[in-house]
């Protein structure tokens, strides 16, 4: 071949060669438009849910921090549905209010568990390892005292502890209950998470540590839902509102703010296992508030 075909050969390759490099940018950024530009994704759809919308659906739920506010309430509602209720907590001989509600219903059983102690949450895997858990509702949390989360009065040791609460042993409950959670029907995965937690609402600077923690929960819980969707788990993160709670309270109290807003555990109760109810795969890892609305990261 000669030197003037090389060259003609050259030049009715080169367009094919731009039309293939094209519809392979395509399809690693997207359509390819006139100028260069990439079309502008698709805008996804809000997703809504029903806060009021109960199901007749049952099964095995696990709660943690059932002792008291939130979790208490969530476990009696449960039991209510005639679900069978797996509810944790640190001190279970002082827990007076779920005791009776076990002695009251035999599908309530009371056990413990303490987020610092990672053996105790091997341990009570262990216990449950054949039992298929259809919703692992991690609600257990500590806020800290407000006063050691102010800038120039950092408590770096609460900030250890709210960390190891609310983000590490939550994951950790995640790992130790996988199987179980995979070997169910609903298969859920439930972390109670915040408002406070989004960065994007941002609105004060108080207690930073909590909030810190529980952004750092939904990123946790955000990435490993990528891999648990091959397993059909789904991930559910839950904000339950603002709720009226010891630990609310004592939030409010230091910013000198009163709570004649808050709703009652029993209200969030009810919108959150509603919520969770609605929840399906292909929204795993949405941000979701108790009023069934999506949160902003």
């Given amino acids: 071949m000669t030197t003037h ?17 094209a519809f392979v940018l395509a399809g690693l950024s997207g359509p390819v438009m ?29 709660v943690s921090g059932a002792n008291r506010g939130i979790g208490l309430r969530l476990a009696r509602n449960y039991a209510e549905r005639g679900w069978t209720v797996i509810a944790t907590a640190r001190k279970p001989g002082k827990a007076d209010e779920l005791n009776e509600l ?3 219903n035999p599908k309530v059983s009371v056990e413990r568990m303490d987020l610092l102690d990672h053996a105790s949450i091997d341990a009570l895997a262990a216990k449950y390892r054949d039992v298929p858990i259809d919703v692992l509702l991690n609600n257990a949390a500590m806020l800290g005292d407000p006063a050691g989360q102010d ?14 609460v609310n983000t590490i042993g939550t994951m950790k409950m995640a790992e130790a ?4 959670v995979a070997a169910s029907e609903q298969k859920k995965l439930v972390a109670v998470t915040s408002q406070q937690a989004s960065i994007g609402s941002l609105r004060d600077p108080l207690i930073p540590f909590y909030k810190m923690s529980k952004t750092a929960l939904n990123m946790g819980m955000k990435s490993i839902s990528r891999r648990l969707k091959r397993k059909k788990v789904t991930v559910v993160l839950i904000s ?12 409010l109290d230091y910013a000198g703010v009163k709570g004649g807003f808050l709703i009652t555990p029993e209200q969030s109760a009810e919108a959150v296992i509603n919520i969770i109810d609605q929840y399906t795969l292909d929204m795993t890892a949405a941000f979701m508030s108790h009023r069934g609305e999506e949160i902003p990261w």
């Fill in 102 to 104: 076990a002695k009251a």
């Fill in 5 to 21: 075909q090389h060259r003609a050969t050259a030049r009715n390759i080169y367009p094919l060669f731009t039309v293939l490099a």
């Fill in 177 to 180: 209950f996988l199987d179980n």
């Fill in 240 to 251: 339950p509102g603002a709720v009226d709670t010891d630990m609310m309270n004592s939030a």
């Fill in 34 to 62: 006139a100028g260069g530009h990439t079309a502008a994704p698709k805008a996804k759809e809000p997703i809504i849910l029903d806060p009021e919308a109960r199901s007749g659906i049952t099964g095995t739920v696990l």
């Fill in 151 to 164: 800038i120039g009065t950092y408590d770096y040791e609460l900030l250890e502890r709210v960390l190891a």
